[in-house]
């Protein structure tokens, strides 16, 4: 839908361009998850893995910055202002798809936003650098509420393993309590019969 707005100003040749370099992102990505399931999480490295994830969270996050300069008509402010909000709907959507390891949504969303924050800078207009503050400082919030879901799906998953092992320990603790219970019963049965 951006390519197709964006070429309404620019014409086909940018649009197309920018849509080949996001589609061949998108299917590196791809390919990086299928590796993934391939693999089966139980038994792959998780570092690897989490670094893979940056990295193509990172190309992703580049090629959608790439727009910002490729899809950036000059003449056109409501081209340019529809380009901003794309993006920024892309940083806010990837809270759902990357915070789970907050250093891909930060990468992502860093590399997202800054190409454009820079071209709205480079006009000389007060219009267009309240554009680029107001973009910076989406970013900034972005970041901070991407963390802070982080950290609560972190906390999350601690509390998850740690009731685990406590249901663990309550449940051997229990089978040897209701063992010795029975061993007693036993003893006591023995002892009624003697």
């Known amino acids: 839908v951006l390519a197709a707005v964006q070429s309404t100003a620019l014409g086909y040749r940018p649009a197309v361009i920018w849509l080949a370099l996001i589609s061949v992102v998108g299917a590196v ?5 299928v ?10 490295d998780p570092v ?4 893979l994830f940056c990295l193509g ?8 910055g790439t727009a910002g300069f490729i899809l950036f008509p000059p003449d056109s402010f409501a081209h340019q ?17 990357m915070v ?21 800078l480079m006009y000389g207009d007060d219009m267009h650098h309240a554009m680029a503050w107001l973009i910076f400082l989406f970013l900034v919030a972005m970041l901070l509420i991407g963390h802070r879901v982080y950290r609560t799906i972190a906390e999350t998953f601690r509390l ?4 685990r092992v406590l249901i663990e320990y309550l449940t051997r603790a229990k089978e040897q309590t209701d063992a010795l219970n029975k061993e007693l019963m036993d ?8």
């Open 29 to 33: 990505r791809i390919a990086m998850a």
């Open 57 to 64: 969270a990172g190309l992703a996050g580049a090629a959608w």
């Open 48 to 51: 690897y893995w989490r670094n």
């Open 35 to 44: 590796a993934y399931r391939k693999a089966g999480p139980d038994v792959a």
């Open 187 to 194: 003893a006591q049965n023995e002892l009624r019969k003697s």
């Open 100 to 120: 789970s390891w907050f250093p891909a949504f930060a990468i992502f969303s860093i590399l997202t936003a800054l190409p454009t924050v820079a071209r709205f």
């Open 160 to 163: 998850r393993f740690e009731n």
């Open 81 to 97: 202002i529809f380009l901003a909000f794309v993006l920024g709907g892309m940083m806010a959507g990837a809270i759902g798809t």
